[in-house]
């Protein structure tokens, strides 16, 4: 499984790389690290030939595109196959919640992320 993970916080790839250790040894999962809404979107751009279904997750509050503005475009562009997105969040504000699920989020994470929930979504 693929898996784009998108957040300015650059720490981020270090801690999935530690909680997903043994699963990228193993092959299970492969994972794609970008610091912004518009790094993430070039990449998609640039792997669009592929058609490798993906998961995304993504915060929702980054510097300039938010998270929402990057699910609004891959919503937009990407139908086959279609990647499910995920947006995490440091806010559970019920406002973001209604927006992401407007723009057709697949699902919701809070952080910090809780590593155990979000495997057992993936079915790692």
Do not use: C, W
Not at 64 to 78: A, T, V
């Amino acid at each position: 499984m693929k898996i784009l993970v998108v957040d300015d916080e650059r720490d981020i790839k270090t801690l999935f790389e530690q909680r997903f250790r043994r699963e990228i040894r193993e092959n299970t999962v492969e994972f794609v690290f970008k610091f912004s809404g518009e790094e993430a979107l070039v990449f998609l751009n640039d792997h669009a030939q592929e058609q490798e279904a993906i998961l995304i997750l993504s915060d929702i509050n980054m510097p300039g595109m938010s998270g929402l503005e990057l699910l609004e475009h891959i919503k937009q562009k990407y139908h086959k196959p279609p990647p499910v997105v995920m947006m995490i969040t440091a806010y559970g504000d019920g406002e973001n919640f209604r927006i992401a699920q407007e723009l057709g989020a697949d699902d919701f994470l809070t952080k910090p992320v809780d590593f155990k929930l979000l495997k057992e979504k993936l079915k790692i």
